[in-house]
Structures are given as structure tokens and as C-alpha cells.
């Protein structure tokens, strides 16, 4: 059954290709924060593997919703680590860095999440995609808090 939701076929495929860099970004972000929370050591141990699995939840939670919005656009969205792999503006650490490192890659990440939403912006706005937009939106404002915490986390000026 053909989509007729106001917005073109051709549209809809950008605005979808764009969400799936979106969600590979966001699962990969999901999958180094759960190991982040598994592996941190050190004297922040506690209040780290606390903030890490909030943040890994809540990116559970998004890469359902994106996924669901490509849907809803009737395209596939992708969803296997070689997909996520190419498609992910987001390094992959297959080692165990110290807490501070960890931290700075988790700023780094979700900084990543924001430009690549942000990036996915001018063909939603011209296609007049609210729902997209509204998606985007939240994304961004929980990456940007999200990335003000963990930086405050290194901050040492008091």
C-alpha cells in the first residue's frame, strides 16, 4: 500500500537515510556506554557506572523511536553491527580505557549524536516533517545535557 503522508517518496528516503546514520550513531553510543559501565574502575566507580547506565538506558529507549520513525517514513531501518559500523560517525573501543578516558570518548559520542542530527535538519525542514523534527529535537537537547554533565565530570577549576 502506497504512503501518503504529505511527504514525497524521494523525501522520505533522505529523511530516513539520515535517521539511520542517527541510529547507528545512537546504538553505537549505546553499546560503548554499557561497556564503559561494565569495565569503569577507580575512585569515581560508583558515580560513574550510576551515570553510564542511565545513559545506556535512555539510548535504548531512542534507538527504538528512530527505528520506529523510519518505519513509519516505509523504509527499512538498519539494524546489524556492520550496518551500524558503516553507517556510525562513532568510533568503536575495543579496549578498556581509564575512567577519565572513557568519559572524554562518552563527550565525544554523544557530541557525534548532535551533529548528526542537527545535520539531518535541512531536508526535514523542507519537507516539512514536524514528527522528524520533533525527534530530532528531543535527541539533541538530552545529547547536549548529557555531554555538559560528562564534561563537567573532568572539569578541575572548582
Do not use: C
Not at 7 to 32: C, H, N
Amino acid at each position: 500500500m502506497q504512503i501518503d503522508i504529505g511527504i514525497p517518496e524521494e523525501q522520505r528516503q533522505q529523511i530516513a537515510a539520515g535517521l539511520s546514520s542517527l541510529l547507528a550513531d545512537s546504538y553505537t553510543l549505546y553499546l560503548k556506554t554499557h561497556n564503559f559501565h561494565w569495565n569503569v574502575t577507580g575512585p569515581m566507580f560508583s558515580t560513574l557506572h550510576t551515570l553510564f547506565e542511565q545513559h545506556y538506558t535512555e539510548l535504548a529507549t531512542a534507538v527504538d523511536e528512530i527505528a520506529e520513525r523510519i518505519r513509519a517514513l516505509g523504509v527499512a531501518a538498519p539494524g546489524s553491527y556492520r550496518q551500524f559500523s558503516e553507517l556510525s560517525s562513532i568510533p568503536e573501543e575495543t579496549g578498556t580505557p581509564g575512567a577519565e578516558e572513557m568519559i572524554r570518548q562518552l563527550v565525544q559520542g554523544q557530541e557525534a549524536v548532535v551533529k548528526t542530527a542537527r545535520g539531518i535538519f535541512p531536508v526535514v525542514e523542507s519537507a516539512n516533517d514536524e514528527a522528524s523534527a520533533d525527534l530530532l529535537t528531543q535527541r539533541m537537547h538530552i545529547h547536549e545535557k548529557n555531554a555538559w554533565m560528562l564534561r563537567s565530570l573532568l572539569d578541575d577549576r572548582g
